[in-house]
Each structure stands twice: as C-alpha cells, then as structure tokens.
C-alpha cells in the first residue's frame, strides 16, 4: 500500500454510511481518523484492521478535545451525525467550527431536508430537520462543502417488527410491507452499506470544484411501494403485497423523538404525499405528477406551482454517474437481506 494521499477524518465511524466510506477510501490508500462510540463490536473490529486506520472511542457532544483529535492533520472530512449521541445541531456545529479552524479542503455532509420551509403544511421532521440546520450553517462559515441526501436503505427492511419498514412473513407463506406511503409514488433507495463509500470516495477525487456547495441524492432506484413488493416476491419467491396505512403501528420501545419522526412521517408522506427529496435541485421533469389530489382533495400546492418545469434527467443520474456498480433492490432482496435474517436468528429462508 502507497503512502497515504488524502487523511479523511470521520465521525460515527460504525454506522452504515460512514463505514461504508471507510471500507471505499482505505482500499485506495487514504488514511482515515474516525471517531466511533465503541471500538468493540464486528464492525469496529473489522475497520480497524483495515491500512492507515486510526479509531478514536468516545462522544462527541461536548467533548472538543476527541473532535480536534480527528481533524488533527485531516484534509477531508465526511459527517453523518446521528440522534442518539445527543444534539445533532450542537455536535454538527462543533464539528464544523473545528473543519473550519483547520483548514480542511472538502466537508462531505450528510443532509437531509426540512419538508416544513417549501410548503406551510407540511411538517419539519425532528430527525431530518436538524441536518437541514447544520447543512445551513456551514454554508455560512464558507467551509467548501457538498451536501448529501440519502435515499431510504434497502437494509432498513427487516421481518423484525420494527415500524416502517417491518416486512412481515404472514402464516399463510406471504409476505406484507404496510406504511404510510402513497402506493405508486415512487421513492429513492440505496444500498447504504454497498454504495455510500465508493459514490463519496468520487466526490472527494471530484473535489470541490465540482461539487462545492452542491445537494446530491445518493439514490441510486426511484421505485413504488407497490414496485418494492413485486421485487421482494419475485426474489423469495412468495405473494408480497403492499398495504397503504396511513397509521404507523409501533409495536417496540422508541425513544421519543423517532416517535415525533414517525407522526411527522405519517403526515407529510401519508396525508400530504409530499416528495421525498423536496426543492427545485431535486424536482425533475420525469418524476410522476406528485398524487396528493387523491389523498387530500387539493388540486395543486403551491409547492408544486413554484417548480416550473424541473431539470432534465433523473433523480438518479448524479449517484449513478458517481458509482456505476451500485447495488439494486433485487439484488440487496437474493443477497444481503436473506443473510441479515439469517443473522437476525430467521429461519424462514431454510
Ligand atoms: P447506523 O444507524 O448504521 O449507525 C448506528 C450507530 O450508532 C452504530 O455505530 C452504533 O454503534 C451507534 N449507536 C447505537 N446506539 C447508540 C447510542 N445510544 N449512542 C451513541 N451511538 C449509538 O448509522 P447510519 O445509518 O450510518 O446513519 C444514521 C443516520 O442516517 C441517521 O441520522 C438517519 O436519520 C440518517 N439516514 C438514514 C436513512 C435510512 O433510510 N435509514 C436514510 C437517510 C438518512
């Protein structure tokens, strides 16, 4: 392995997305300073016998000294920040100062959108909003800077009976996905753990030249409810149907504020079928007319007449372009998921 190029500094280094990055960027020789909440654990075992991998443990809210420890001699830097180490606003915001105070030549963020400042009714989502926050805020400190959004993962299926995305095998050999999802309103997806790393390992060798100040849907399948289910049959070979329920069932201990996500989630896609990815950088002339009218008897938003006509291309086009080989719902569907619920202690493979 060559010397490192590029020292890349981290944050919840175990996560998907981040680890993802982590496994993409060593491969090719960056050194990478990560800060993870536990070195202990498979995944934080694995990083860290990958080359030029340094591991810091701890939290970030209020800990100054681990954030300047992994900027300390970084030149890039990719952040995906999570609710439960704390204010995301506040730990967003430390680490930007601290990007800022040391110079670093490119911040990939990863964002995500606040539904409530592109049409009054629709709602901010707790989880979603304070990314939105901190995206702004770094825009403001002049960081050279490129925003992520990422699509919903495959990987967030399981047959667990966790809310939203619970793919539930029913006695009689079928399979049912409900939520509140407009059936045949197509939604971005991503193979999170298969396609962060090496769509972000090409923004970095981009650099900011291209890509400063720019939104990036790392999406790599725009597909219906109604699509996922007809996929997961096909791939398990058993009836799956898709379910609209405007109602998400919560069947296991949540903390508070994915409770307020999954209300918001509840209005904003199930009343108001709003689009995933709002704003005209996201808004393209071949997504389908956005469906509301039958759900909420309005006949246009003002959301909707403010876009024009959207740009040309696909949703897509920019994460396909970045990494060719991403990974399709089918394939996550015959790979990855069956050995998830192998994992997950699932026999209905065998
Ligand atoms: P992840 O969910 O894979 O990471 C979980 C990490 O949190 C692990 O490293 C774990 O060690 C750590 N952790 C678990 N409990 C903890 C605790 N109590 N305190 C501190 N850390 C704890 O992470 P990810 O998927 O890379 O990133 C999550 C972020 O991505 C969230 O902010 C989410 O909103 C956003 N996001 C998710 C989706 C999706 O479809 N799931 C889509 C877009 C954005």
């Known amino acids: 392995m060559p010397n490192p190029t590029k020292t890349i500094a981290i944050v919840n280094g175990t996560g998907r997305q981040a680890a993802s990055v982590i496994r993409a960027v060593t491969a090719v020789g960056y050194a990478v300073r990560a ?5 202990e654990g ?3 075992e694995e990083l860290a016998e990958l080359p030029n991998v340094e591991l810091f443990e701890g939290e970030l809210l209020d800990n100054p000294e681990l954030i300047e420890t992994i900027f300390d001699g970084a030149n890039i830097a990719f952040i995906n920040t999570i609710h439960l180490a704390g204010d995301e606003i506040k730990i967003g915001k430390a680490l930007a100062n601290a990007a800022k105070k040391r110079n670093i030549q490119h911040f990939v963020y990863s964002s995500m959108p606040d539904h409530s400042i592109h049409y009054p009714k629709w ?3 707790p989880l979603w909003a304070c990314k939105f926050t901190v995206e702004n805020y770094i825009r403001q400190l002049g960081l050279p800077a490129t925003f992520v959004y990422a699509g919903i993962y495959n990987n967030n299926f399981t047959s667990l009976p966790y809310p939203l995305f619970c793919m539930d095998f029913k006695d009689d050999g079928t399979l049912e996905w409900r939520a509140p999802f407009h059936p045949d309103t197509k939604l971005p997806w991503l193979d999170a753990e298969h396609d962060v790393g090496p769509a972000v390992l090409q923004i970095f060798k981009d650099g900011p030249n291209k890509w400063n100040g720019s939104r990036i849907a790392l999406a790599f399948e725009m597909l219906t409810p109604n699509q996922v289910c007809d996929i997961f049959g096909r791939a398990l070979d058993r009836p799956c149907n898709y379910v609209f329920d405007n109602h998400i069932e919560i069947k296991v201990p949540v903390p508070n504020v994915y ?3 999954l209300a918001g989630i509840e209005l ?3 009343i108001y079928n709003a689009p995933y990815f709002p704003g005209p950088e996201f808004e393209y002339a071949s997504r389908r007319k956005c469906s509301n009218d039958t759900i909420t008897g309005r006949s246009s938003t003002n959301y909707e007449s403010s876009l024009r006509k959207g740009k040309p291309g696909k949703l ?4 396909r372009k970045l990494w060719p080989g991403w990974r399709s719902m089918s394939e996550y569907v015959s790979t990855a998921f069956i050995v998830e619920e192998e994992a997950n202690g699932k026999t ?3």
């Open 348 to 350: 209905w493979m065998i």
């Open 259 to 261: 409770r307020q996500q």
């Open 268 to 270: 904003l896609f199930g």
């Open 35 to 39: 800060q993870v909440y536990s070195i």
């Open 123 to 125: 709602p901010a989502l």
């Open 316 to 319: 897509t086009d920019d994460a």
């Open 42 to 44: 498979l995944v934080a």
